[in-house]
């Protein structure tokens, strides 16, 4: 006999986000919400929204990309005369310095990755709203990579802290933080939230459907 | 129809397809046959491991944050860091918004993550389960995304290589523990079996 049965949503059956144990669906009262038996969580069929939460975050970090990207994230002061960086450009000193392999990786982590996952999470969406049947397995495994992928890109936040806490020479050389930092990070703190509130089995639902 | 305990039943979490649990043997893992999640997996002494990694982990934490993380040598001048320097630095700089998100990131929610494991471990070690046990445990879960020590230690690199040509810079003893914290760390979400540490929960007094 197959070990495989149909879908938890199709049995009635909710599964814990947190600790997936499986729940009975029950009638509840207007009002009330099911909450995991074993863990406490509030339990739901899918991610609530999902779609239209997914999207809000991704649209904000669409616009915001734009001064993450245009504005300086760090100015370098020295004798009074200012230097300031755009991500573009910090990337451009570290290939002018010879520094190769960083630059490839602040280029991967800060310009590829932010880009990478607004571009997919949005084909994603689309996608699943056209209720696409073109190669869920493979849409599944691009969701992983792009969720466990968007940290990497706080590196250029990290960066800009440590070095103004070591360039604090006065007039001989100080380091300050610029807006487009403040941009970048909200960048990549909202597309991970966009990220945790796409629901992959969204994808798969709309295999069941056409059947 | 008979009717199947759900026990003894898992979906999977990214494609919600239902299976049959089976019972692995140490080391093995369970994948959906659908889209190729992992399941479910075995892994071996998974609570004892994991109580001593984290146990590890809040001294190399300690360590990371009480000894100098790097200085700064320039024209006779000396700027000497903490690990947590960077976000005081960007606070008293006005971006506030940045600071808390570093020090949240890099020091804050690691440290919550060390104390929230210990906290449901120790008790569950001796088939306890402590005051609020799930909330804290789920709140463990929900943290890691958000604690990126391994993406701050990769800050400190581009920021060593920009400056190693201007200045002396010293790594400090916080920084090499910074460094073996973030493999114990590893080493400690790898060793970790969540599903056991709910079933003992549940089996707890």
Known sequence: MSDVLTTAARASLLNCHTCHRLSMARRLSVGCHAVCSRCGAVLHYRKPNSLARTWALTLAAYILYIPANLLPIMTVISYGEGAPDTIMSGVKHLIEAEMYPIALLVFFASIIVPMAKLITVTCLLISVQKKSRWRPKDRTVLYRVTEGIGRWSMLDIFMIAILAALVKLGSIATIEPGAGAISFAAVVIITMFAAMSFDPRLIWDAMEEKR | ?205
């Not at chain 2, 026990?7 to 093995?28: F, N, Q, T, V």
């Not at chain 2, 893992?29 to 109580?51: F, H, I, N």
């Not at chain 2, 001796?126 to 990126?148: D, H, S, Y």
């Open chain 2, 1 to 205: 129809m008979h009717m199947v305990s759900t026990h003894s039943l898992i979906a999977c979490h990214d494609c919600d397809l239902l299976h049959r649990k089976h019972s692995l043997r140490e080391g093995e893992r369970a994948t959906c046959s659908r889209c190729g999640a992992v399941l479910y997996q075995k892994k071996p002494d998974s609570l004892e491991r994991t109580l001593i990694l984290a146990l590890t982990n809040l001294i190399l934490f300690v360590l990371a944050n009480v000894f100098p993380f790097m200085s700064f040598q320039l024209q006779g001048r000396e700027q000497v860091t903490l690990l947590i320097s960077g976000g005081i630095e960007l606070f008293h700089q006005g971006f506030w918004q940045l600071a808390f998100l570093v020090i949240a990131v890099g020091v804050f929610f690691p440290l919550l993550k060390i104390l929230g494991t210990l906290y449901v471990l120790i008790p569950l070690k001796f088939n306890r389960k402590i005051w609020r046990a799930q909330e804290v445990f789920r709140l463990v879960g929900a943290l890691t995304p958000w604690a990126m020590m391994e993406v701050f230690m990769l800050g400190v690199i581009v920021a060593y290589v920009k400056l190693i040509d201007l200045a002396t810079i010293v790594l400090g003893i916080s920084l090499f523990s910074f460094a073996a914290l973030i493999v114990v760390v590893a080493l400690a979400d790898s060793a970790l079996d969540a599903e056991e540490v709910w079933e003992r929960m549940e089996s707890a007094q």
